[in-house]
């Protein structure tokens, strides 16, 4: 066979590959291509046509969303957004401003603990303080929209002794705290910290009724202890305590530890209300016979 006649036969070989290729294309396959794309083209434009029907299910669902958010807002707890434990340590600094300055507080960071799309961050809270500072404490986390959980609190009491000599009696107390977050902006909700918390200031219950020391007389009041009973004035009493200094007091004036409770006009005598660290004591002073003395409990 000689070479062009070789060549010719390649030639034709290539020409019907191609052809049929060619041929199987545009009168198999692509038929069949543009024949699902018109179905879907189809589906598309029955959704699309009617506007007024999604325009009705755009505000269904703008209105259903709306009310969740306004649900999940009112909510009294919220997680916070954060990618840091320093909001925790702002929030109980923030608290820590209110207390008296014979309180303090240290706060430790143990660790962090992964809750589902949350997480935990776990704190001790820990100091020596005034009872209402410490409650105050765990009212504001109480209170706080943010999701703050105390797991437990240890209180037990304590003294703090001023330069003065004065003695505070104080609580110790040891606070678990879990503070919730999440790093996920989509999980995460919007929160106002509520604006107006009413705390009241309650009695505190680790103050010993009886107490052994009694306070120095700052203010130089009178000490009815040894005191006489000069005259009774119209306007109240003149009184002279043991070491020669006079007064003149009416109902209600204060004294050292207690007040001046009742002028009797009629039996010539006064009465005092003291109370000497918890014990209740009552004096009585007659004008006839000095410095009479009666305590009752």
Do not use: W
Not at 191 to 205: G, N, P, Q, R, V
Not at 231 to 249: E, H, Q, R, W
């Amino acid at each position: 066979m000689s070479h062009e006649t070789r060549n010719t036969i390649i030639l034709i070989i290539l020409f019907l590959v191609i052809g049929l290729g060619a041929g199987y294309y545009i009168f198999i396959s692509q038929p069949k291509t543009l024949k699902a794309k018109n179905v879907q083209l189809n589906e598309l434009n029955q959704k699309f046509t009617d506007t007024k029907a999604l325009a009705i299910t755009y505000d269904s669902l703008t209105r259903e969303s709306e009310r969740i958010d306004s649900i999940l807002f009112n909510r009294t707890k919220a997680i916070p957004f954060r990618e840091s434990m320093t909001d925790t340590y702002n929030d109980v600094i923030r608290i820590s401003k209110y207390f008296t300055p014979y309180t303090r507080m240290d706060i430790e960071y143990e660790n962090t603990e992964p809750v589902g799309a949350a997480s935990i961050d776990h704190f001790i809270l820990h100091g020596q303080g005034d009872f209402n500072d410490v409650f105050r404490l765990l009212y504001e986390l109480e209170k706080s929209k943010k999701l703050y959980k105390i797991k437990s609190v240890n209180l037990k009491n304590s003294t703090l002794t001023k330069g003065s000599g004065e003695i505070l009696y104080q609580v110790l107390f040891n606070i678990n705290l879990d503070s919730y977050f999440t790093s996920d902006k989509n999980l995460a909700l919007n929160y106002e910290e509520a604006s107006d918390k009413k705390y009241f200031k309650i009695s505190d219950y680790f103050y010993p009724l009886i107490t052994p020391d009694i306070p120095p007389n700052y203010e130089e009041l009178l000490e009815v202890e040894g005191a006489s009973l000069l005259a009774i004035i119209p306007d109240g009493v003149f009184i002279m305590d043991k070491n020669g200094n006079s007064y003149t007091l009416m109902e209600g004036d204060p004294v050292y530890l207690g007040y001046l409770t009742k002028i009797d006009y009629d039996r010539q005598k006064c009465e005092f209300m003291l109370n000497r660290g918890g014990i209740v004591e009552k004096i009585v002073l007659d004008l006839k016979s000095f410095n009479v003395k009666e305590t009752k409990q």
